[in-house]
């Protein structure tokens, strides 16, 4: 998971790093190959829980009530398929889930928990804790699209694209938006692995990036 935020780098994993970089600006920007490990969210575009999942789980998920400085939108039709719709339902509530988290500064916060398992929550979890530490929060429009899913049985796996194009960073001390300029690191290539639980919901297990990759750019 990636996110604008410049301030700082935190090591997530021996194999892969969380670079925390504003998309507007040419400080400390990663380059093309790097990986952000984590996972890169609800304005009114928010999506509804998939509708195959049990009652009850249905009834117990989190509440994703974000900012209203804060939108998404999620450039994916319909597979047709139920299972993968679900993925990409859930996978849609995950990603909010972690600007709930950044707003509300828990970084073990219930909707994190909810949609996010293993190395996937651990890395959240780091995340989060690196805006908490830096007093801020995530503001602007988000979008998302070329979302490709697979799905078999209890598993699952996506890849998709996120354009940070306008979204910043909001320093809560000062109220200050850190604007800048979009450039190719403003797009980011996501790849996710995900499994149902046994509540009937797909979970986030995995979740790797590229920023500035070819595939994602306008």
Known sequence: ??????????????????????????????????????????????SSPSEDADADAVADRPKIALPSDLSFAFDWSKTGDKAKDAVLA???????AVDLAIAEQAPTHKAVRFYYEGDAAANTQKYV???????????????????????????AALTYCEDQSKA????????KVDKGPATKNSYVLYAAKLRKNDAGVWVTTKLDATRGSDKCQP
């Open 1 to 46: 998971m990636t996110r604008p935020l410049r301030l700082a780098t935190a090591a997530l994993a021996a194999s892969t790093a969380l670079l925390l970089t504003s998309c507007g600006s040419d400080d400390d920007k990663p380059k093309d190959d790097d990986k952000i490990a984590g996972a890169d969210q609800g304005g009114e575009k928010s």
């Open 90 to 96: 859930d996978r849609e509530q995950a990603i909010q």
């Open 129 to 155: 804790q690196a805006y908490v530490k830096a007093k801020a929060r995530t503001t602007g429009d988000y979008r998302y699209y070329d979302a490709t899913v697979t799905a078999d049985g209890g598993s």
């Open 168 to 175: 910043y960073d909001k320093y809560l001390k000062k109220n």
